[in-house]
C-alpha cells in the first residue's frame, strides 16, 4: 500500500528554493511523526529532518537554517521548504511516518518513488 506520496522535486539553481510536499495517507495515526530523508547517489539514505505530533523538530546540521519543516493535519501533508540550496542538496528525498525514539527516528512506512532534487547551475 502506498502510504506517502511525494511531489515539488526539480532543477533549481545553486541557492534557489523548493517547496517539497509528501500527503499521508489518512489510514495512518495523525499521533505518527513525520520526517524527511534524503538519498544522494553512491550514499546511504540520510534523515534531514522530523517533526513529531508534539511539533518538535530537529533538522540535520546540514540544513539547519535553511530548510524548513512543517506539517498540516486537517490535510495530512507534510512540508519542506528548501532555501539557499546547495549542489550538495542534490538528491531523491522520502518523506515517512513513524516515532522518534532512543534519540532517532523509527520508520514504520514502506519507503516510496520519492521526489528528485537537482541543484546546479
Known amino acids: 500500500q502506498v502510504l506517502v506520496v511525494e511531489s515539488g522535486g526539480g532543477l533549481v539553481q545553486p541557492g534557489g528554493s523548493l517547496r517539497l510536499s509528501c500527503v499521508v495517507s489518512?489510514?495512518?495515526?495523525?499521533?505518527?511523526?513525520r520526517a524527511w530523508y534524503r538519498q544522494a547517489p553512491g550514499k546511504q539514505r540520510e534523515l534531514v529532518a522530523y517533526i513529531t505530533s508534539g511539533g518538535s523538530i530537529e533538522y540535520d546540521d546540514s540544513v539547519k537554517g535553511r530548510f524548513t519543516i512543517s506539517r498540516d493535519n486537517a490535510e495530512d501533508t507534510v512540508y519542506l521548504q528548501m532555501n539557499s540550496l546547495k549542489p550538495v542538496d542534490t538528491a531523491v528525498y522520502f518523506c515517512?511516518?513513524?516515532?522518534?525514539?532512543?534519540?532517532?527516528?523509527?520508520?514504520?512506512?514502506?519507503w516510496g518513488q520519492g521526489t528528485q532534487v537537482t541543484v546546479s547551475s
Open positions: 515517512n511516518v513513524g516515532k522518534v525514539v532512543g534519540g532517532t527516528f523509527a520508520v514504520f512506512g514502506s
Open positions: 489518512r489510514s495512518i495515526d495523525i499521533r505518527w511523526d
